[in-house]
């Protein structure tokens, strides 16, 4: 069983950096989002390995659907080519540069973990979900009417933008 995580880890591991490294580099907005997609299917497998099935439930349907279907409505509502070429001509040393931003923090990074072992603590209790959604709706019930009344004016003041953009290239 052990090895079937360790191989599970591996794969959604190249998920994350798969997509990231497709999102990143991809000359179509579409096809960047296709990365995103992926690399956030991704950490919803990281979240199953973890044992916290509601985690990756919450990450498809709020990331993968909600935030990505939103994404997707910016992109067609933009003016972009189309071949798909939004980025405009690769410069020759852009993937060389591009490469050693990605591996520099990481070697960093990796340098202070392997020097400087962090101290383990105590996993926590397991909450039910019940109690979590009581504690979340009870304290911060107006946290989340205010995170959604922000995201509705967003998602209008796009419309808006795109409607007068519109109206204007009509003119």
Not at 1 to 28: D, N, P, Q, R, W
Not at 65 to 73: E, R, T
Not at 95 to 104: D, G, W
């Amino acid at each position: 069983m052990e090895l079937l995580a360790k191989i599970a880890f591996v794969v959604y591991t190249l998920l994350v950096l798969g997509g990231g490294c497709f999102a990143v580099g991809a000359h179509s907005l579409v096809r960047a989002m296709v990365g995103l997609i992926t690399s956030l299917m991704g950490v919803a497998g990281m979240y199953l390995l973890m044992a916290a099935p509601f985690m990756a439930f919450m990450q498809i349907l709020i990331y993968v659907g909600a935030v990505c279907v939103l994404i997707f409505f910016a992109i067609m509502l933009s003016r972009a080519d189309a071949q798909g070429i939004e980025s405009g001509a690769r410069r020759p040393g852009k993937a060389l540069l591009s490469a050693l931003a990605f591996i520099s923090p990481v070697f960093v990074i990796g340098l202070v973990v392997v020097n400087y072992q962090p101290v383990s603590i105590k996993l926590p209790v397991e909450v039910p979900l019940a109690v979590l959604g009581k504690g979340l709706l009870d304290n911060y019930s107006l946290a989340f009417e205010l995170i959604s009344v922000v995201l509705l004016a967003a998602m209008a003041g796009a419309v808006l933008l795109a409607f007068e953009k519109k109206g204007r290239a009509a003119e």
